[in-house]
């Protein structure tokens, strides 16, 4: 039988490694192709690096710093910041992020 200081120990640990947990994070797919009248693959990758600037510092801001020094961000924040530039998803549009370049972020 545990003694009772031990069993506190192990609560206050686990408690410890639960509130220690960084937010769960999934790989958003920036494949997406846009499409937008007039715009160019500079000035579309000039607008997205914006968008995900303005993402990060939005869950900084609401998760703070996370263990592993990576800044998080929403994952619907990138797609909706463009669609407000006048961007649209289109499976045929002419505008994406070159592979390799898909963004960390959370629900």
Known sequence: MMRPLNLFVLGVA???CGCA???PQQ???TQTAYSKEG???QQFMKDRSECVQQAQQKVS???GAVATGTTF???DAVP???AARGYVANAKGSLAAPPGTDVACVN
Do not use: F, R
């Open 61 to 63: 801001q609401a998760y």
């Open 80 to 82: 909706s910041c463009l």
């Open 73 to 75: 961000i929403k994952c």
């Open 39 to 41: 715009a160019t693959q």
């Open 27 to 29: 790989t958003q797919s």
């Open 21 to 23: 947990s960084t937010p």
């Open 14 to 16: 686990l408690l410890i």
